[in-house]
């Protein structure tokens, strides 16, 4: 028997709005959930499509994902809030999508299709989540990058805190 877990929720007019969803609604509560991706796994793809790119820019995403053979086991699609006050913030006024994907051959280049529609689009990828945006992909999602490397310039001339996001994306040495 499936018991069912109330959420609530607010559109962005404010009209109340109560979803009924089967509860628990997560991966772990679906025996060897992770067997579903194949063999090398799955990563995971969040991006923000600012207001500005229309109503229909979720759908010309979701589009291009399935035209690529991308679709998705789970996808969540929500509002998205405020830019924070971080320089490298993820959030802005616009619609959120995060995606499972599985792990390919052409996922890389999946990724970067992903990623010019968002660029496109005026958008950004959510950090944490990334591991196959290319330096010149997030340069381009970034437009505070340039005051941030400043700052980051400015407290750690050296270069001594790093990762291995930070080698990727903006060439620091390994």
């Given at each position: 028997?499936i ?32 067997r579903l ?39 969540v699609?929500?509002?998205?809030g ?8 993820f ?5 959120s ?10 996922t ?35 437009p505070?990058l ?29």
């Amino acid at each position: 028997m499936i018991e069912w877990e109330p959420i609530e929720t607010a559109p962005r007019d404010g009209t109340p709005l109560l979803l009924w969803l089967p509860a628990p609604l997560s991966k772990p509560a679906i025996g060897h959930w992770n067997r579903l991706y194949g063999p090398r796994g799955f990563i995971q793809y969040q991006c923000v499509l600012p207001e500005s790119a229309g109503r229909d820019a979720a759908r010309r995403f979701l589009d291009l994902l399935t035209r690529r053979g991308g679709a998705s086991m789970l996808c969540v699609i929500k509002d998205c809030g405020e830019q924070g006050l971080g320089l490298l913030s993820f959030p802005m006024p616009g619609i959120s999508i995060a995606l499972d994907i599985p792990i390919r051959d052409d996922t890389p280049a999946l990724v970067d299709r992903l990623n010019e529609l968002v660029i496109a689009e005026g958008g950004r990828v959510y950090l944490a989540k990334d591991q196959f945006t290319r330096p010149e992909h997030f340069q381009a999602m970034e437009p505070r990058l340039a005051e941030w490397t400043e700052i980051r310039r400015r407290w750690d001339p050296q270069g001594r805190l790093r990762s291995a996001q930070s080698v990727r994306l903006l060439g620091d040495r390994p």
